[in-house]
């Protein structure tokens, strides 16, 4: 992509590699899952795009391969004050090349099919357009090369719903989440890598940890919480998922807003209640609420005078000197592009079925419990699934 939109300018295709190679370098163990703990802890959100920055400024082995000039050039582009525009929307966009690149690596390594596209057609399809009134050029795509866009997009669709949240990559994920918090009192290695301080000492001490370094650290750590959760997912023992909400379909709007706006505190309490009511640790219990949407107008396109209408998040390029809003060319990108964000509440616990049928008398049995806990825990009334 960098040689057939940056053309001729070499130095700019070389910015473009380097942003592309470096732009996640900030990850900590368990990728996305490390931002997760740091937000819980008061961090705020996306923390591996500041530690990020802090390594392509500081560190030293970095340093010896990039000009402290290039770097800033590179960091520009990472944080969208770089120009060509196309550039941070190669890195970070609708159609980044690491999408691409994760999207078909995924589909491999999970044995499914239906992230696959086209990736050579795309490639094809991508131009830039000059926008005159910002004077800046844009990513977009090729007016007769829309198909390979719908596909991709599609890709998104599927891999987001099926793979990204499906129930065992969330319940997965918030296992390691509580380990992580309720582990950082009893080890030091946690404590020191998720208390997050700007400084060489402690961006030297991160780099020394990645997800199987961290893992044996916590399981030789003895009989705590943090070890024996991690020991669950490492023994494939993970809990299951015995409520799932969808905030779409609750029909008392009181309890909607109540789930929609619950506190950690609230969660906690939620969870000691079923603790109780089934015999459970209440560390083992898990309350969870998120919502996804696949394609966000804020991603890439061509800057927008005010935040509403949301710029285009794809231009297409009907002519040389004209461009229009993927949306009013395709009804298939519009209707993913206007399709309203999914919210859900759901609790993880250590339920011991094996079977489908265990399953099914398990919810028959109990799940007019956990929902009543639920409702009477916000002071809702009662609740509908």
């Known amino acids: 992509m960098a040689n057939k939109l940056a053309g ?26 490390s931002d997760m703990v740091f ?36 960091l520009k ?70 198909f390979a866009v719908e596909q991709f997009v599609l890709a998104r669709h599927y891999l987001t719903a099926q793979i990204y949240f499906h129930k065992v990559r969330l319940i997965t994920d918030q296992m ?33 940890w990645d ?15 943090c070890s ?13 998922r015995i409520c799932h909400i969808d905030l779409s379909g609750i029909p008392n709007a009181d309890l909607k807003i109540r789930i929609d706006s619950i506190t950690e505190e609230e969660k906690a309490f939620i969870e000691e209640r079923i603790a109780e009511e089934f015999g459970w640790d209440p560390d083992e219990v898990i309350c969870y609420k998120y919502k996804y949407r696949v394609t966000k107008p804020e991603e890439g396109g061509v800057k927008g005078e005010t935040a509403e209408p949301p710029a285009p998040s794809i231009p297409v390029r009907v002519s040389p000197v004209k461009y229009e809003e993927l949306e009013t060319k395709s009804p298939l990108y519009k209707a993913v592009l206007t399709s309203e964000t999914q919210q859900f509440f759901d609790i993880y616990a250590p339920v011991a079925w094996q079977t489908k049928p265990d399953k099914e008398v398990w919810f028959k049995t109990n799940s007019d419990t956990v929902s009543s806990i639920v409702a009477d825990s916000l002071n809702g009334g009662e609740e509908d699934e």
Not at 82 to 94: C, D, E, F, Q, V
Not at 187 to 198: K, M, P, R
Request: aromatic share 12%; proline share 3%.
């Open 8 to 33: 001729e300018e070499d130095d700019l295709k070389r910015k473009l590699r380097w942003a592309a190679l470096l732009h996640d370098i900030g990850h900590g163990p368990f990728s996305h899952v």
């Open 39 to 74: 937000e819980r802890l008061g961090y705020g959100k996306n923390v591996h795009e500041r530690i990020g920055k802090a390594l392509i400024e500081r560190n030293r082995y970095i340093g010896a391969h990039i000009a402290s000039t290039f770097k800033e050039e590179i």
């Open 77 to 146: 582009i990472l944080s969208s004050e770089g120009r060509p525009a196309y550039a941070k929307s190669l890195i970070s966009g609708p159609l980044d090349c690491d999408k691409q690149d994760y999207f078909l690596r995924d589909s491999l390594l999970c044995g499914v099919k239906y992230g696959i596209f086209d990736i050579d057609r795309l490639h094809n399809a991508l131009t830039i357009v000059y926008d005159p009134t910002y004077q800046d050029h844009y990513l977009a795509v090729e007016e007769d090369s829309i």
């Open 176 to 208: 390691i989440v509580r380990a992580i918090i309720k582990g950082i009192p009893e080890y030091g290695v946690l404590n020191d890598l998720y208390n997050y301080s700007d400084d060489d000492e402690y961006y030297t001490n991160f780099l020394n």
């Open 211 to 225: 997800d199987n370094s961290l893992t044996f650290e916590i399981m030789k750590g003895g009989d705590n919480i």
């Open 228 to 240: 024996r959760l991690f020991s669950k997912i490492f023994n494939r023992g993970l809990f299951k």
